[in-house]
């Protein structure tokens, strides 16, 4: 099994930026990939960035390309997701993801993922 702790949450002004992290443990040779997703309250989670966990691809939902970038250090087998630009509508419950199943593309679905964190909260004041 891995496990997924996600921290770096926190409250911000529009503009700002944070950093959130993925600490995975475990089995983390099972990871192929990770990703980052996001529920804000009343709307649905929806898919935010991923990346294959030995690097090369990385994908982006259209509402943060440009501000948003994941990465990972698999010495610490920690995945990151830098957030720089903040919006309100950013304000949501973020997790991350992993999943083991090495596809020819990086899934933008939920239901594709194997393992996931607790999540972390952040919230973006106007």
């Known amino acids: 099994q891995v496990q997924l702790v996600e921290s770096g949450g926190g409250l911000v002004q529009a503009g700002g930026s944070l950093r959130l992290s993925c600490a995975a443990s475990g089995r983390t040779f099972y990871i192929y990939t990770m990703g980052w997703f996001r529920q804000a309250p009343g709307k649905e989670r929806e898919f935010v960035a991923g990346?294959?966990?030995?690097?090369?691809?990385?994908y982006y939902a259209d509402s943060v390309k440009g501000r948003f970038t994941i990465s990972r250090d698999n010495a610490k087998n920690t995945a990151y997701l830098q957030m720089n630009s903040l919006k309100p509508e950013d304000t949501a419950v973020y997790y991350c993801?992993?999943?083991?199943?090495?596809?020819?593309?990086?899934?933008?679905?939920?239901?594709?993922?194997?393992?996931w964190g607790q999540g972390t909260h952040v919230t973006v004041s106007s």
């Open positions: 990346m294959w966990w030995n690097g090369g691809n990385t």
């Open positions: 993801a992993a999943d083991r199943t090495l596809g020819a593309s990086i899934s933008a679905k939920g239901d594709e993922y194997d393992y």
